[in-house]
């Protein structure tokens, strides 16, 4: 008998709400911590273990490739275990290298571990978006896979305030590590408590009416459309998230403390772009919110580029910020449209492993280009070039909005 078993399952329209409650803390475990807590990191990291840029570039590509290589066997784990086994797995997988990659003492061991994080960050973000096309009607997947990528930004904001602090207190980096593993370990036990892989089959339920629109609604060409947007993205946000304080504090000057904190305050903004534009493309489509979406991205880029200004380094942060984790959401919303319910997982396993190729390429050809020029300009004009690419490719997806139906 599993955890709370004894218990009646609610029904889908209440209990829903703590699937995406579940799937928030999910994903500050699985990504915020597990994954956006590396940029802030880097700099002590960087000074302890003696890194390059290069190398720094490399310790986020091997957390990529960890990543890429899980999401290939997501669609049949979450199949065989279900949803709620496999998030439990993949958190306590990343607990657990986070926390002995606080016991390391070299690049090598430290790029092992991060390498299963990344394989544990898969296992455990696949599904979680996966639930959303199960939990949730058409008009409502934005918003609610918005709410659920809260938690990355949750993560952005945590560490930014707490790594520098953890750092003054004489351990370093290695205590940040420790902490934020034992916190993913405890997002792991609520997650088995909470999720469940399905509503009640009734009348009405999104997995009740979705079944037509799995077999029937499904346009393999606009989802593999999908799939080269979500690789854009993965392509250039990772040099921003993994470069940014980096480069605020190597290019322009700023102390570590400035630096976090202003990436502390770009998490925060972080936390409300997934729910604003997930109930924007409910509103308007998906296609025309990720053309806005991509175009300020691109300013973003291009801001951070230009280094002759602090002004320019809060104006980037800001433009980041304010949609840093809207695509997930709305990429989400969009497969789950396109694939419906019963096949959500599954293509956005697909989208998401060729997302997790931009990822590796991303952080890497970054690093190699600092390395060469001395700073991270030309690195993030080739960010902006990308997410240019990504918006003019957006208008070719279908333009149909989502209708809206009892909200």
């Known amino acids: 008998m599993t955890l709370l078993s004894g218990l009646p399952l609610?029904?889908?329209q209440n209990y829903r709400w703590i699937i995406v409650f579940a799937g928030t803390l999910g994903l500050l475990g699985a990504l915020g911590l597990g994954r956006f807590a590396l940029g802030v990191?880097?700099?002590a990291m960087g000074r302890g273990l003696e890194l390059s840029y290069g190398q720094m570039g490399l310790l986020s590509a091997a957390n990529f490739c960890g990543y890429l290589v899980a999401v290939l066997g997501c669609g049949f784990l979450n199949a065989m275990l279900g949803a709620r086994r496999l998030i439990f797995y993949g958190?306590?997988?990343i607990g657990c290298s986070m926390i002995l990659i606080s016991l390391a003492s070299s690049l090598y061991q430290v790029i092992i571990l991060y390498t299963l994080t990344g394989i544990g960050s898969a296992l455990a973000n696949?599904?979680?978006?996966?639930?959303i096309a199960v939990w949730f009607e058409p008009a409502m997947r934005g918003r609610a896979a918005g709410l659920c990528v809260m938690g990355n930004g949750f993560g952005i904001l945590i560490s930014g305030e707490a790594v520098p602090t953890m750092n003054q207190l004489g351990s370093g980096w290695e205590l940040s590590w420790l902490v934020f593993g034992g916190v993913v370990l405890f997002v792991a036990c609520i997650c088995l408590m909470l999720v469940r892989n399905r509503p009640t089959h009734r009348k009405g339920s999104p997995l009740a009416t979705g079944t037509k629109t799995a077999e029937n609604g499904r346009k393999p060409g606009a989802l593999y459309l999908s799939g080269i947007l979500y690789f854009l993205f993965g392509l250039t946000y990772v040099i921003y998230v993994t470069f940014i304080v980096t480069s605020l504090i190597q290019d322009r000057g700023f102390t570590e403390q400035a630096a976090g904190n202003l990436w502390a305050w770009g998490g925060f903004l972080c936390v409300l772009s997934g729910p604003l534009f997930g109930y924007i493309s409910d509103r308007i489509g998906r296609r025309n919110s990720l053309i806005i979406v991509y175009s300020l991205q691109a300013i973003a880029y291009l801001l951070a580029a230009w280094t002759g200004s602090a002004v320019s380094a809060y104006l980037s942060i800001f433009c980041f910020s304010l949609v840093a984790f809207s695509i997930p959401s709305i990429i989400a919303a969009l497969v789950g449209d396109l694939a419906g319910p019963e096949k959500a997982a599954t293509w956005f396993g697909f989208v998401t492993f060729v997302f997790g190729i931009g990822q590796i390429a991303g952080p890497a050809s970054a690093g190699i280009i600092a390395e060469y020029t001395g700073s991270f300009s030309f690195s993030f004009l080739l960010a902006a070039g990308g997410v240019t690419l990504?918006?003019?490719?957006s208008m070719q997806l279908p333009s149909k909005k989502?209708?809206?139906g009892n909200i």
């Open 41 to 43: 990191m880097l700099p």
């Open 10 to 12: 609610q029904s889908s």
């Open 91 to 93: 958190l306590t997988l």
């Open 402 to 404: 989502v209708q809206v």
């Open 390 to 393: 990504a918006a003019l490719l």
């Open 126 to 131: 696949v599904p979680i978006m996966g639930l």
